[in-house]
């Protein structure tokens, strides 16, 4: 179900908007860069939509077109994330950032850089180079010019870094992957009441709970977790840290992360031709996370979004095929509990002997202040996060991204330098992030592979934290071959929506990959949908991508009781005329959206330990609804009649919440008004300056949530504005490439001075696709500006 009136407000919202930003850009006239790192003339077309295309005669000198451009219109937002990464922000902002800076370099890749590039293709690498040369080359142009410098540099008086291809091997990342997990199933162990975990994070597939032989779990602790814990290393920018200080919005926000993909094969599709769709959900509300490029070069012709700091395209298609990716859930990191030496706590005990922990020395440069020494170590490269040497106990993180050839930066080049499926499958063993990823090409194959680093558990399953003393060290990596896959499926579609996707015959229980996976009401609805329709169409894509059917709400709608109080007969008789779709303009959807967190937290209230709280802090939502659907014995004597009461109770307190929120008359409810699409500047909310240079852009309306295809996520601690979605949405004609379609939220640009800062706002409201153009023809047909690169 599409939100149909979303189209006529988000129309409005265009005549609304300021003539400037809805004229047609009008065709520039050539203009030239002289620029060092070029090695060639590079041009680039800008088409009428904003999407440039680098025609260069070299691949190096096309991604060094791709860098100079992703520096061009979002450099703050990439220097950012690159001193984040790098440990380098107290040099910039002071003292409070040491912490955090401290953590950063733990990350840090700690062994031969040199032999890191080595091993990397030579072409992939060479590609990687001309991007950094092009992130310079913008640099260099604006040291020339202050003048360009975006506004953030000015208000803030920093300068950009000037980047080093070593750097795409050094930066790993600080992540805590589920460490959190394993803490709390450890600390709900030794209380004896690890069964409660399931109600937060149900096990996928069905699994028995084995604590590591030798584990200790009543000493495990949330100090184990040490520099893991944001809490732990205050000092960043206040709302990019609000998150991370609520431990349960943490963990709502890294299941939000997923996307949706599906590919049919031309025997199910209107042309004859496969169709791939994708629609990555990330967060919505600060920086876009994609930007838009086209690299072709003699052997390169690619199309799509990219993230911007990582060279190549994520999400587009060559010549010969498309592809997309979702999040595959891998559990890629474990906590191993070390024994140090008494009297001596730079050792550890592993393999039957002591060992010293591996130590650097850093210097961290503070603005305003001295710079600072911090100590590091590692235990066998695996990062130590806490210690307690009264205890003779240190915790060190073992996560794949730490591993030699964990050089996931590289990996986006060599997916698009392949050709077909057999060379993809050789690039995927560059690829460190769990994906799911969807592949057509021209001549009709479609293909899905898992792909991402999974390491090989022997001796445990990855739920809890293992003894450090070598029994349960990894043992490798599973080869790609042995990963979940499928090449042209007899069904003729597939989809990936998060969820728990492994094949029935895969032998997951000799090759652990996960147990922690989305819930599948996102994909449920797409195959039930896709499963319907016989000769997919184009059309059938974006309207699914803008789906707002609800199967919690149509769960929901199902337990209403027969008989309601009287207090609850308004809500009970407005939710069962309701068709469960999410609309913007929708008065049910607004009451659904109160009712139900508050049927989970009366469900919570019944079914978890008080002793268990602390820690199991939500229910999980499929596991909250099986619980009611099945009338679960822990409901009480009579389930049947505590859920008629549980739901009860929630319909009289949230038609209090919708009055509330919404205003005594029902009828003037509408989802739409509590859930708007806001965007704003990261540090807009701890900085006067910057909220005044980077204006809100505001005002659209939305339906959706975290379980429509149309995922539209919110965290209701904060707001119940949008913050988690498909900023980007694709869908490839494979074949007919200029019929393939896309939408980018808010814009190519980060700069309010440029018209390409908000121009897909009203677009991406009314979920309006706009042609991605990809042909020669059909890009000079609609070029707006013409610029060209050359060699200084």
Request: glycine share 8%.
């Amino acid at each position: 179900m599409i939100q149909r009136r979303a189209f006529l407000l988000a129309s409005a919202a265009l005549v609304a908007m300021p003539a400037s930003l809805l004229a047609k850009p009008q065709v520039k006239g050539a203009t030239t860069a002289r620029l060092s790192g070029a090695r060639a003339p590079i041009e680039v077309i800008e088409d009428e939509l904003g999407v440039p295309h680098i025609r260069a005669a070299s691949k190096y000198d096309a991604f060094f077109g791709q860098g100079y451009l992703v520096a061009r219109d979002r450099l703050f937002q990439i220097d950012m994330e690159r001193r984040r990464d790098m440990g380098r922000m107290a040099e910039a902002f002071g003292p409070r950032f040491v912490a955090a800076d401290t953590a950063a370099r733990l990350f840090l890749y700690r062994g031969d850089i040199d032999a890191e590039l080595a091993a990397i293709p030579p072409e992939v690498r060479e590609c990687a180079e001309g991007y950094v040369a092009g992130v310079n080359a913008r640099i260099d142009e604006l040291a020339a010019d202050p003048s360009l410098l975006p506004l953030e540099y000015g208000i803030l008086g920093i300068s950009p870094l000037r980047w080093d291809v070593r750097d795409l091997v050094r930066g790993r990342g600080i992540g805590m992957g589920d460490a959190d997990d394993e803490v709390r199933r450890a600390m709900l162990h030794a209380r004896g009441l690890l069964d409660a975990d399931l109600l937060m994070a149900p096990l996928r597939p069905a699994w028995s709970f084995t604590v590591p032989e030798g584990l200790d779990t009543a000493a495990v602790s949330e100090a184990d977790l040490g520099l893991l814990d944001p809490a732990n290393r205050p000092g960043g920018f206040e709302p990019l840290q609000d998150a991370w200080f609520d431990p349960e919005a943490r963990r709502e926000d890294r299941f939000a992360l997923g996307s949706n993909a599906w590919t049919v094969a031309p025997s199910r599709t209107a042309t004859g031709r496969p169709i791939l769709a994708n629609d990555p959900h990330l967060g919505i509300g600060r920086s876009s996370p994609r930007h838009m490029c086209h690299l072709s070069a003699p052997g390169l012709d690619v199309i799509g979004a990219g993230a911007p700091g990582l060279p190549g395209i994520m999400q587009g298609h060559t010549d010969r095929f498309a592809f997309g990716r979702t999040n595959f859930h891998i559990d890629q990191s474990d906590l191993f509990i070390l024994r140090t030496k008494e009297g001596d706590p730079g050792r550890y005990w592993h393999k039957g002997e002591w060992k010293a922990f591996e130590s650097f020395e850093d210097e961290i440069l503070v603005k305003g202040a001295p710079a600072e020494r911090v100590t590091l170590r590692y235990a066998g490269g695996r990062p130590i996060v806490s210690a307690d040497a009264a205890r003779n106990r240190a915790v060190a993180f073992a996560a794949v991204a730490m591993l030699p050839g964990a050089n996931a930066r590289f990996a986006m080049i060599a997916i698009n330098l392949a050709t077909d499926w057999a060379s993809l499958r050789k690039a995927f063993k560059l690829h460190v992030s769990p994906t799911n990823f969807h592949y057509a090409d021209i001549d009709g194959n479609t293909g899905w592979q898992t792909i991402g680093f999974t390491p090989r558990r022997p001796k445990h399953d990855g739920l809890f934290p293992a003894p450090g003393d070598g029994d349960f060290d990894w043992a490798g990596i599973l080869p790609v071959e042995d990963m979940p896959h499928v090449y042209n499926p007899a069904g003729g579609w597939f989809a990936s929506a998060n969820q728990m996707n492994l094949p029935k015959d895969y032998p997951y229980r000799e090759r652990i990959i996960s147990f922690s996976w989305s819930d599948p009401f996102r994909y449920d609805r797409c195959a039930e949908v896709l499963r319907a329709q016989p000769k997919h169409r184009i059309e059938d894509s974006i309207a699914l991508q803008h789906d707002v059917q609800s199967l919690p709400a149509r769960a929901l709608v199902k337990m209403l009781p027969a008989a309601p109080s009287a207090e609850a007969v308004e809500a009970a008789a407005l939710l069962k005329r309701w068709d469960c779709g999410i609309e913007a303009d929708s008065g049910a959807a607004l009451l659904y959206e109160m009712v139900l967190p508050l049927l989970s937290t009366a469900v919570y209230d019944r079914v978890v330990p008080a002793a268990a709280r602390d820690l199991v802090t939500s229910l999980n939502l499929a596991e909250m609804l099986r619980m009611l659907t099945t009338l679960d014995k822990r409901l009480g004597d009579n389930p049947a009649a505590a859920r008629d009461a549980l739901v009860d109770g929630a319909l009289v307190a949230g038609w209090k919440k919708a009055v509330e929120v919404g205003g005594a008359d029902p009828a003037s409810w509408r989802w739409g008004d509590l859930h708007r699409v806001t965007i704003e500047h990261p540090l807009a909310a701890s900085n006067r300056k910057i909220a005044e240079a980077f204006p809100k852009i505001m005002g659209g309306r939305s339906g959706g949530d975290w379980n429509t295809p149309m995922a539209r996520g919110f965290n209701a601690r904060r707001t119940f504005d949008v913050s988690h979605g498909a900023s980007y949405l694709f869908v490839a004609d494979v074949g007919a490439w200029d019929n393939s379609r896309f939408l980018l939220l808010p814009g190519q640009s980060a700069d309010p001075r440029s018209p390409r800062y908000r121009d897909f706002y009203p677009l991406w409201l009314a979920g309006t696709m706009q042609p991605l153009w990809y042909s020669k023809a059909a890009v000079d047909r609609h070029a707006a500006g013409r610029l060209t690169l050359t060699p200084a």
